[in-house]
Structure formats: C-alpha cells, structure tokens
C-alpha cells in the first residue's frame, strides 16, 4: 500500500468545531433505529464540506481507503461504511444534512484511534472523526453590538457582563440546581465563561467585532438535549453595561455557519482549518472567492469551538435554508 501523506497533528490539537446539531439531524428514522441497534463499536466521520446527496458513492470509497490506510488492512477486515440516507423533511439549505457516515466493523481499539485523531487530512478527502456518543459542544451564543474595539481587554469587559449577567438571572439557578443539587456547580461553569473576539467586514468599509460566548466545562448532566436549553437560557439573557451598550444574540440568518467544518463560531472564511501547518485540505485562496463579508483575513488563534443551531436547536437558533456564511 503506498505511503499516505496526512496532515500532522497540531501540538495542541487541531480546532474542535462546535456541532450543535445532533449528528443524526435529517436522518431517515428507519435508518435511525436500524444504526441505533447495531452492535459493536461505532463512530461517526464527517467529510469537509459535507453536503446530504444521493450520489456519494466517489466520497464513500474515499472515506473507505482513507480509514483503511490509517486503521491498517487486516485490522479493517470487517469495516463497513454506513452512508446516510435523508428524512423527507423539505429544506432549502445550500449543504443539507445528514453529513455523518457511520462506521462499524472495527475493534474498540481501532475504533478510539479513529476519534482520537479527530482529523484526517490528505490530498484525496478530509474527513472529521466524532465518537458515536456526540460530544457536548462549549460553544453558547456570539454577541454583538458592544461599543468595545477588538482587543483582549474587551473580551475581558464582554466576560464579566455575561458573568455578571447569568448570576442576575432568576431561572438559571433553579435549571442547574434541578440538574446537579451541588451549590458549586453555577459558581464553577459561571467561573469557566470565556469569550472570543472575531472581526468581521460588514461591508466593503465597515468592519464590526463580535463576541463569541463559551463555558469550557461541561459536566456529564449536559448532554446536548440539556445543552441546548442551557443555550436558551443563555440567549434569552440582558447582556447589559453601563458605558459600552447592550450586546444582543447573533442569531437567525446572522448566526455563522461554516461551510467546511460546520462550526457555528465562525464564518467559512475564518476557518481555522485551511491555515493549519500541513494543511492537505483545499487552500485558503479558494475562500477569496467568497463575498467580501466572508474574507475577513483568517486569525488561526481565534477559537474555533461552536454550536450550529439548527433543526432541534432551542431558542431562534437559525433555521437551515439561511445565506451559508
Ligand atoms: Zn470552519
């Protein structure tokens, strides 16, 4: 088998993109049920860009080289590559879901190497691997309007008024408490509350900073059903100051959405992934083709760790069918 050139994992990890949606959104529920009873280790993988088509029968078999190369020959004997069939629910989403195969057939073993690289990246296909239980996303919502500039500071400032703004909120506490009695438990996540700048073009003379919102701590009570709730509760919130205005919820047709890696914190053209070291994937010179608004000059630092909102989403979470940013 010849050598195959993958894209070396970053010190510290490659980004996570934020999934909000459950990754079994717009399934057929037949196909649903009859993966849900599947015995053995199952995981999830997710090609860049992914789009819902009937005819992916090119991705599939590249996704199928793919994990064999990595995972080995003899250990994939028995791979299988589930591909996902839609729900008949109507959308007019330009990259419909489902987007997730599943993959079946490999030893536990293999089957954590599989997550556990997060990402394959080679010339051929790019692919996102996601444990079969789909992790929580730290991702809550992105503010905006603040008359703050886009610096550390600011994010500090941003950081204590969504602070300050959740432990002023009468139904949080009873919702955390309802989940875990601990008292700590609203202090700890209140504590672990950061925030993001990302600095967008408007138009061609207008930029403007948006804040995104993330609690790093997900307790095991946060599953992403709870999650989302947590979410609503969240954007539901006055994120009032005294000196730099109200920040409102970017949601609706607002909320990003990324077309390579379906992260919701930041548009297509501020993806983290086309400037990582090695990168195998299609270059960041394709985003200049994209509108003005979406070519905002990529920071890699910027965290990529969000939620999509989407069907199941809570709260004015964006319906699919909006301008794909
Ligand atoms: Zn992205």
Known sequence: MPLLEITPHPPNGFPVPQICDPV????????????MNKPGPK????????????????TWSKIRTLIQHVVGKDTSTNLIISTPQQDNTFTTECNPPPWHFLILGLS????????NLQVISTPEIMVFMLPFIQPTPTFLCTLENFTLP????????????????????????DFIRGLDPNPDM???LINLIHITSIHIASNVTRKHTLWNVYCSYTPTFLTLEKHFLWCCLIC???????????????LGKKQFRCMGCKSLDHPTGLCPFPVILGWLGPKPQLVASLPAQLTSTPKPTRGCSSTRGGRGAPCGRPSRGGPCH
Request: with cysteine.
């Open 108 to 115: 536990q073993e293999a089957t954590t190497f599989l997550v």
């Open 43 to 58: 995981a999830w993988v997710r090609p860049w860009r992914a789009k819902f088509k009937h005819n992916v029968e090119a």
């Open 150 to 173: 886009d610096s550390p500071e600011s994010n500090t400032i941003v950081t204590n008024i969504v602070k300050h703004a959740i432990q002023s909120d009468d139904l949080i506490p």
């Open 186 to 188: 609203l202090p700890t």
């Open 236 to 250: 539901n919130l006055h994120f009032c100051s005294k000196d730099h205005g109200m920040g409102i919820v970017h």
């Open 24 to 35: 079994t959104d717009s399934l057929d529920e037949m196909l649903l049920t009859a993966w």
